[in-house]
């Protein structure tokens, strides 16, 4: 079934360690986004993907860094994890024609202690 | 830049009564504006979408309105049902370029008191 997939759901881990939360999409889209949200409050765009090799730092600063290699895969690194990096991150994609709704993965729920 | 605001932040309806959320957006290019639902602890999904060339669109119980002249859009929900609890994010972007984002209201929270 065609769906967006993120790995890992849950992510607890000590301050200053590197990680990398995984996206992946098999809806065939071109456009990726990442947000970060805590619970129940405002999606924040923290960056953003056009297509392979294409990324965007989104309205919200982040410390994190994407690649985009293949286009159904958007991964989001931060290379030294921090308490305030603790939220939840969804990973959103869509295609390219002017028609086509937004989706949203299951999300990861980041504890940086 | 651009910014959609929505309001109110949090509403209490009865079960059975009607939900009004509504919102205005800044950007007057903007051409396409969907509404998203996220129960707690799930991933927001679409629940409805308007385009500027329509002024209103129903679901079911639900119904989104647009005013392009004011730039407001709202979203209806009559005969609310406690499973309508949920935060409601309204959004806008351009659809006429390639290059959109789409930009959110902070969301409102709504509960629907049996």
């Known amino acids: 079934e065609a769906d967006i997939y993120q790995t890992p759901r849950y992510l607890v881990i000590g301050t200053g360690k590197k990680i990398t939360l995984e996206c992946s999409q098999t809806?065939?889209?071109?456009?990726m986004y990442w947000y970060q949200q805590d619970p129940g409050m405002e999606l924040h765009l923290i960056h953003y993907?056009?297509?392979?090799?294409?990324?965007e730092k989104g309205d919200l600063s982040s410390e994190s860094t994407v690649s985009r290699i293949r286009t159904e895969h958007f991964p989001l690194t931060l290379e030294s994890a921090r308490p305030s990096h603790t939220s939840q991150y969804l990973c959103?994609?869509?295609?390219?024609?002017?028609?086509?709704?937004?989706?949203f993965g299951p999300g990861t729920r980041l504890t940086v202690l | 830049g651009e910014n959609v605001e929505q309001h109110p932040s949090t509403l209490s309806v009865q079960e059975g009564d009607s939900a009004v959320i509504k919102c205005t957006y800044s950007?007057?290019?903007?051409?396409?504006f969907p509404w998203y639902k996220q129960e707690l602890g799930k991933r927001p999904q679409l629940i409805i979408d308007?385009?500027?060339?329509?002024g209103e669109k129903k679901d079911q119980r639900i119904a989104v309105t647009l005013n392009k002249t004011a730039k407001h859009f709202s979203l209806h929900i009559t005969e609310t049902q406690p499973e309508d609890s949920a935060v409601y994010f309204c959004?806008?972007?351009?659809?006429?370029?390639?290059?959109?984002?789409?930009?959110f209201g902070p969301g409102t929270s709504l509960s629907v008191i049996p």
């Open positions: 950007d007057s290019a903007s051409n396409y």
């Open positions: 308007i385009r500027s060339n329509v």
């Open positions: 959004a806008a972007s351009n659809r006429q370029t390639s290059y959109d984002k789409v930009i």
């Open positions: 809806m065939g889209h071109d456009k």
């Open positions: 959103a994609s869509r295609g390219l024609a002017r028609t086509d709704t937004q989706y």
């Open positions: 993907s056009y297509g392979v090799n294409s990324t």
